[in-house]
DNA sequence: GCAATATACTAGGACATCCAAGGGTTTGGA
DNA sequence: TCCAAACCCTTGGATGTCCTAGTATATTGC
């Protein structure tokens, strides 16, 4: 999974897609195998540089949400819709931030289904550690221009807005 | 994990990080982040459009990139470098197509360390199905606009080259 | 020619994600 | 008032991804 390729091969299959007759759905389908690929490379690197913290993404991500809660705590459902992920991987994540210390679970105050997931201070701590190598790390050396920066914000707002994510 | 929400949580977590001295990182953030969201999206409408076929993106894309060789035939490591995956995934996915009957194993003529994967009849015909599925239904209509898709691939082409992923 | 190194695949384990199902809590209409 | 429907979280199962060995085969160097 190491060495480059000698050629692109996502180019590539663009290229056998226009060969075999879907020359409408090929430069799409280029986009959307190139979409998938930037995440994984993406996701590769924030794990990287998670991982000296004991986090992975998806822990780093809540912690990171909590921590911008006045209150330092959420509701686990609320947590799982900001999040945008099913509610058995917010259980999961809570179960290991837990186990880690960095958060604690606690009732709700007036409803009783309801749980809330509260930061610990050794949460906080990690989790402002965490973002501060994130943003150097990361973000400010992502690789995109600032304007294809602003051209993917503004792409995928559309996108995201129209498959239903936020009205 | 159904509900629109009232905002958008990226732009949200823009302000946030804007709010607390970030303002370099902000938007490389949100960016990254909506490339994290959008790849959660097309992955769903891929997994759903393929799920009648048994099939998953994983497992589609290596019957793909099999029905593309012009033996229909492929090295282990060979597809593990095309689809920029690790081996032990592709082993994982050879596993289930094999079981399912759309690939078999079979040695390396001259080199005893390689196995070869190839499309049995059946796999090539479900490769082509879902093939021409994914097209109709979820390239064909990607929501993104032509002149979006050629900024997101130009975008994303040099990201990836920038990467590592190819020369 | 034989040992050391490199390469190819597989096994086992850790994580994350989703779905389906189950048990407890609230709410709203009969 | 009271019970059915809705809601919230957790458990268990299936998939996929990666990492760390471990086994087998090739290639290289002395």
Redesign the interface.
Known sequence: ?G?????????D?QR?WEGHG?G??A??????T??????????GR?EAVLKPFGLTFARYELLALLS?ARSGALPMNKA????????TSVTNAVDRLQAAGLVVRSAHPTDGRTTLIELTSEGRTLAKSA?AA??SE???Q???T?Q??????R?????????????
Do not use: C, Y
């Not at 060495?3 to 180019?11: C, E, K, S, W, Y």
């Not at 430069?27 to 959307?32: E, R």
């Not at 190139?34 to 996701?43: C, D, P, S, V, Y």
């Not at 792409?155 to 009205?167: C, E, P, Y």
């Open positions: 999974m060495t480059p390729l000698p050629r692109d091969p996502i180019a299959a056998n879907w409408n759905e430069a799409p389908m280029a986009a959307v190139a979409i998938m690929r930037t995440q994984q490379i993406l996701l924030i911008f799982s819709a900001l999040l945008q992920v099913h509610p973002t994130l943003n990361v973000f400010a992502s690789g995109f600032d294809d920066v602003d051209q993917l914000i792409i995928l707002s559309a996108f995201r807005k129209n498959a239903g994510d936020f009205t």
